[in-house]
């Protein structure tokens, strides 16, 4: 599964965003979705999940700003970033994990920058 992240860049705080991922290869259902985050020097934190059957969840920092979800048919989610504070500058990475009768599957992108600056 190769998945790449797309949308980053340069916005004023209160500004809005919405970060792309797109997916190629064979995806198992189910499985669970997810936008993670990290800054230098600082563990990889987890933004939002998204569920094959579309249950979400969010990290408390970004509830009510964020939202994670599908369009149309596609399998990876998009996360469109309002209210955006200068504590989301990250790189931003999309992620899968499914188990399949193959074994765990838990792919990552190589991320976007996201820079909340004026």
């Known amino acids: 599964v190769l998945l790449l992240e797309s949308g980053g860049g340069l916005v004023q705080p209160g500004g809005s965003l919405r970060l792309s991922c797109s997916a190629s290869?064979?995806?198992?259902?189910?499985?669970?979705m997810a936008w993670y985050r990290q800054t230098p020097g600082k563990e990889r934190e987890l933004v939002a999940t998204i569920t094959s059957a579309g249950s979400a969840t969010y990290a408390d920092s970004v509830k009510g700003r964020f939202t994670i979800a599908r369009e149309g048919g596609k399998v990876a989610p998009y996360l469109q970033m309002n209210s955006l504070k200068p504590e989301d500058t990250a790189v931003y990475y999309c992620n899968y994990q499914a188990q399949s009768p193959f074994g765990r599957h838990n792919y990552w992108g190589p991320g976007t920058q996201v820079t909340v600056s004026t």
């Open positions: 290869g064979k995806i198992f259902s189910p499985n669970v």
